[in-house]
């Protein structure tokens, strides 16, 4: 399972999780995350709710990659 | 991952007042010193272009740092240098001439690109403390979001 973070300036967070496993799961894993670090003391609240990738979904933040594109669902 | 790999994606929000916090007199000055002290970095040859806007003659030392109350002052290039101010993480410049101005807008742009670089860095290392079993690599990317194109520190996190 591989979880990738983006951290913007801006303090927003973007939290991507790959791996063997569904949505239901991955969104189960993120939650559970978010909720070990507010226990830790960091403030970090949810501002989207998990989602999957979709083209015309709401927006978020994309590596620039060359030949990066968004996978039509 | 590219974000068409990705099962989730998830935003939060950090305050901006716990992400500037992070950012210790230590880390600064650290910061500070580390883009002062680097000949080769632009802002060392701008001092050595524009001696008319720096004083040096006070020696080899071209700036000095002084914890004040108001925060952290860096004076650059002696007597008539410019004074970088740094409190909470947002930085302030003052100058002695009106020469000084564009040099002083590049430290600024400079010293804020870099802590906020910092900033990012310090959160991604508390985020990846919480999960201590994953294998936890760090790198600055180009991101695009929106149509706006910013950098970002990526943490992956592997398990």
């Known amino acids: 399972m591989q979880m ?14 790959d791996g063997d496993m569904d949505f239901a799961a ?15 003391g960091v403030p ?5 709710a998990p989602e999957q990738h979709t ?5 978020h933040a994309h590596l620039l990659q060359e030949g990066s594109t968004h996978v039509e669902q | 991952m590219p974000c068409n790999l990705a099962i989730s994606i998830t935003k939060a ?49 071209v700036f000095t740092l002084h914890h004040e109350a ?5 004076r650059i290039g002696g007597y008539y240098g410019i004074d970088l101010i740094i409190a909470a ?32 860095m310090a959160l991604a290392s508390q985020l990846a403390a919480a999960l ?7 790198t600055e990317v180009a991101v695009e979001e929106s149509g706006v194109r910013q950098m970002a520190t990526r943490l992956t996190l592997t398990l």
Request: some cysteine; overall charge negative.
């Open chain 2, 89 to 120: 993480g947002v930085v302030t410049v003052t100058t002695t001439s009106a020469q000084q101005a564009a040099p002083a807008a590049a430290w600024l742009a400079l010293v804020q690109t870099a802590l906020n670089r910092v900033a990012r």
């Open chain 2, 13 to 61: 929000a950090i305050e901006g007042e716990y992400l500037r916090g992070l950012l210790t007199d230590t880390l600064v000055e650290r910061t500070l010193r580390a883009l002062l002290n680097t000949s080769a970095n632009p802002l060392g040859r701008l001092l050595e272009e524009e001696p008319a806007s720096f004083d040096t003659s006070t020696g080899p030392d």
């Open chain 1, 4 to 17: 990738d973070i983006l951290i913007l300036a801006s303090g927003e967070i973007q939290i991507n999780i």
């Open chain 1, 44 to 48: 970090i609240t949810v501002t989207c």
């Open chain 2, 70 to 74: 108001q925060g952290l002052r860096c």
């Open chain 1, 55 to 59: 083209a015309d979904g709401a927006s």
């Open chain 2, 132 to 138: 201590p079993n994953a294998q936890a690599t760090s």
């Open chain 1, 26 to 40: 991955a969104s189960a894993l993120t939650q559970a995350y978010l909720e070990r670090l507010q226990a830790l």
